[in-house]
Nanobody, 124 residues
């Protein structure tokens, strides 16, 4: 059974940074396309970023391009999302997502496995 467990959320000051982690068990991440989504209170879940099975291809939403970096460590079976230059719109619960596929994903309907989420708040 594939399970995803996020960690690393917390309060981030304006312009600050933090690194989210997603530990995957039950399947090697080298066989999974993995992604991050986020959901702010009162809003629908939105796609943030995706990384390919091999880690060589990444994709970002326009709102985070140039500020966020997705990466993966196959030895640790963990996917990361580095958040930098935090803006107010970055607050919300961040979800790790995965699917056994070869093509990159942006649509939550294509996700097979979800984590429980880790919360990012903005501090003044």
């Amino acid at each position: 059974q594939v399970q995803l467990v996020e960690s690393g959320g917390g309060a981030v000051p304006p312009g600050g940074s933090l690194k989210l982690s997603c530990l995957v068990t039950g399947e090697s991440i080298s066989r999974l396309v993995t992604a991050w989504f986020r959901q702010a209170p009162g809003y629908s879940r939105e796609w943030v970023s995706t990384i390919s099975t091999g880690g060589l291809t990444t994709d970002y939403a326009d709102s985070v391009e140039g500020r966020f970096t997705i990466s993966k460590d196959n030895a640790k079976n963990t996917v990361y999302l580095q958040v930098t230059n935090r803006t107010p719109g970055d607050a919300g619960t961040y979800f790790c997502a995965a699917v056994r596929a070869s093509a990159m994903i942006r649509d939550s309907d294509r996700v097979r496995y979800w984590g429980q989420g880790t919360r990012v708040t903005v501090s003044s």
